[in-house]
T-cell receptor, first 115, second 110 residues
Framework: DAGVIQSPRHEVTEMGQEVTLRCKPI?????LFWYRQTMMRGLELLIY????????DSGMPEDRFSAKMPNASFSTLKIQPSEPRDSAVYFC?????????????FGPGTRLTVL | GENVEQHPSTLSVQEGDSAVIKCTYS??????FPWYKQELGKGPQLIID?????GEKKDQRIAVTLNKTAKHFSLHITEAQPEDSAVYFC?????????FGPGTRLSVLP
């Protein structure tokens, strides 16, 4: 298995632009998580899906952020409009659901820089 | 909510020595404590975990100990190797999700 796939790996954009990050979870995993990692705040959970349904989005910082999971093999995290403080590494992770102790597998991340 | 602290933030050891990283948590109901290793340019990877029904777990050169009464758990790396150099995160299962510690950057000097 190729593991969790994220694209792009690096994104540089200007303030005010729309940014879309993409994730393909491991086949057969039906829980998907979006995290943000910064030096100041560490690794934070933004939102997670179970069977394509958003379960908890309390970590989404504000309305500029939105996430979708149209099917079991694809999810997007969109920021519109982007701001310099959104600069961070965004990770997607997936696991099989049904048992909360199942291992989460992280993707390689997308490094976002907003100028 | 759950609050997870991790110390030290940076740690340098000589090759062959031991390294210990400690985490404390606030919610006494938490019962699952994984450790993740993050290498440069990669996502975190689970290296060992412990559940609250045991006090210690070992896997070759790494071990984790848990003190539920004091609400802290520690990662122990013995005979450290240069390939152990990375950032290590502790995590605590809180509800359905993890709360992560701020990380420890470990450098193993040859």
């Amino acid at each position: 298995d190729a593991g969790v796939i994220q694209s792009p790996r690096h994104e540089v954009t200007e303030m005010g632009q729309e940014v879309t990050l993409r994730c393909k979870p491991i086949s057969g995993h039906n829980s998907l998580f979006w995290y943000r990692q910064t030096m100041m705040r560490g690794l934070e959970l933004l939102i997670y899906f179970n069977n394509n349904v958003p379960i908890d989005d309390s970590g989404m910082p504000e309305d500029r952020f939105s996430a979708k999971m149209p099917n079991a093999s694809f999810s997007t995290l969109k920021i519109q409009p982007s701001e310099p403080r959104d600069s961070a590494v965004y990770f997607c992770a997936s696991r099989t659901s049904g048992w909360v102790y199942n291992e989460q597998f992280f993707g390689p991340g997308t490094r976002l820089t907003v100028l | 909510g759950e609050n997870v602290e991790q110390h030290p933030s940076t740690l340098s050891v000589q090759e062959g020595d031991s390294a210990v990283i400690k985490c404390t948590y606030s919610d006494s109901a938490s019962n699952y404590f994984p450790w993740y290793k993050q290498e440069l340019g990669k996502g975190p990877q689970l290296i060992i975990d412990i559940r609250s029904n045991v006090g210690e777990k070992k896997d070759q050169r790494i071990a984790v100990t848990l003190n539920k009464t004091a609400k802290h758990f520690s990662l122990h790396i013995t005979e450290a190797q240069p390939e152990d150099s990375a950032v290590y995160f502790c995590a605590v299962l809180y509800g359905q999700n993890f709360v992560f510690g701020p990380g420890t950057r470990l450098s193993v000097l040859p």
